[in-house]
């Protein structure tokens, strides 16, 4: 089962003030077993996977399913024996440190990072330096969260691929520093003109991507047609108002056209080459 989306709701429950991680590494304890499945029978992936995204969200690492299982069960008794050489109650995270540090070998070299610290070197690395909207990295994953989440509570989602039209021409004629300065107003724009729940980032080159919660291909349409419009306002350097910037736009929609995250990237990467090579400067959307 998908755990896509889990890393999200796990912020979300700790915004909630349920550390799963603390919870099932036995430091703290809910009211109820009952309370305690219910939120995991909530989730968005089986009790197997659950320990894969939280072993991942301590250790930064992926692993695959039988190993943290595996992991997971040999923390825990490492807990205990901590305990019972220590006299003293002994957290999750500081025995999985020991233990992997120092039992079995797989972190070395590693460093004490605060949270907020660890959340603030997170969001930098999520940023495009260029445009200062989100990065590619970032797009996939919550991609991968949005789309776990739509097909969870039956919503729409939609995405959309953005090209600058021959932006290479601007480059080759004023150089790269204005290229990244059409680059940035570009970015800018699109923060400017989707909502604060989209998710906008720089996917490579002259090209960007804006995924859409809760909106359907129509609204996207709308959305993109607004973007499209807002984009001639932005100038190239050297050229009058004829030469401003124009943008090929793809849409794809879940589930009305597809039912993956590779299908939405690829069907709206397909509709945005589509307008390209049907003359740019246009939107198109996948059918249904």
Not at 50 to 69: D, I, K, M
Request: aromatic fraction near 6%; include cysteine; proline fraction near 2%.
């Amino acid at each position: 089962m998908s755990c896509m989306s889990l890393a999200k709701e796990l912020k979300e429950l700790e915004a909630q003030g349920i550390d799963l991680l603390e919870i099932l590494g036995k430091d703290r304890h809910l009211d109820s077993p009952e309370a305690l499945q219910k939120i995991i029978s909530a989730l968005s992936c089986s009790d197997d996977n659950l320990y894969v995204e939280l072993l991942f969200q301590l250790t930064w690492r992926r692993f695959p399913l039988e190993e943290a299982v595996r992991i997971w069960a040999a923390i825990t008794e490492h807990k205990k024996e901590l305990e019972k050489t220590l006299e003293r109650e002994v957290g999750f995270r500081v025995a999985a440190l020991d233990y992997l540090f120092s039992v079995e070998k797989i972190l070395q070299g590693a460093r004490l990072v605060a949270r907020a610290e660890f959340e603030s070197i997170l969001t930098f690395v999520n940023i495009d330096e260029v445009t200062g909207v989100h990065s590619r990295r970032y797009f996939n994953e919550r991609l991968g969260e949005e789309l776990g989440r739509a097909r969870r509570y039956s919503h729409p989602l939609s995405m959309l691929i953005i090209d600058l039209d021959n932006f290479k021409q601007v480059n080759d004629r004023c150089g790269h520093v204005e290229g990244d300065s059409v680059l940035r107003k570009v970015g800018r724009m699109l923060m400017d003109t989707t909502r604060q729940a989209d998710v906008v980032c720089r996917f490579g080159g002259d090209e960007f991507a804006v995924l859409l919660p809760e909106t359907g291909s129509e609204d996207a349409g709308r959305t993109a047609e607004r973007i499209r419009l807002a984009a001639a306002d932005i100038s190239i350097p050297g050229e009058d108002e004829s030469g401003n910037v124009t943008l090929s736009i793809g849409c794809a929609a879940f589930p009305e056209s597809c039912d993956e995250a590779e299908e939405m990237l690829a069907l709206a990467d397909q509709m945005c080459l589509d307008v390209k090579r049907a003359g740019k400067n246009g939107v198109r959307i996948a059918p249904a």
